[in-house]
């Protein structure tokens, strides 16, 4: 199976911009759909953002849509999120993830494999 693997993380002051990179090991020939997902401290993991295998179909969290774009390059075996006009509430651990097949992909129990994360801090 695939294996996730998050970087880009970091610290960036309110109205800021980072850039997430997921890259894909393993059988990365197999079709999944790709999500992000984040933690806050104290907080419920909660969906981000997901894309297709072909990339033609994006899903958005409400909180993030207008600001953050997901996009993904097989050719890397790599998925981006990119965010601007970053929020204090965006601070979260943000975490990749990949579902063979689901029919629902905003829901966290869809995705079979995980990556470890990567912190994003947001400060005002």
């Known amino acids: 199976q695939v294996q996730p693997v998050e970087s880009g993380g970091g610290s960036v002051q309110a109205g800021g911009s980072l850039r997430l990179s997921c890259a894909a090991s393993?059988?990365?020939?197999?079709?999944?759909?790709m999500g992000w997902f984040r933690q806050a401290p104290g907080k419920e993991r909660q969906f981000v953002a997901a894309?297709?295998?072909?990339?033609?179909?994006?899903y958005y969290a409400a909180s993030v849509k207008g600001r953050f774009t997901i996009s993904r390059d097989n050719a890397k075996n790599t998925v981006y999120l990119q965010m601007n006009s970053l929020k204090p509430e965006d601070t979260a651990v943000y975490y990749c993830?990949?579902?063979?097949?689901?029919?629902?992909?905003?829901?966290?129990?869809?995705?079979?494999?995980w990556g470890q994360g990567t912190q994003v801090t947001v400060s005002s």
């Open positions: 993830a990949a579902a063979l097949s689901t029919w629902n992909p905003t829901l966290e129990k869809e995705y079979n494999v």
């Open positions: 393993g059988r990365t020939s197999v079709t999944y759909y």
């Open positions: 894309i297709s295998w072909r990339g033609e179909i994006t």
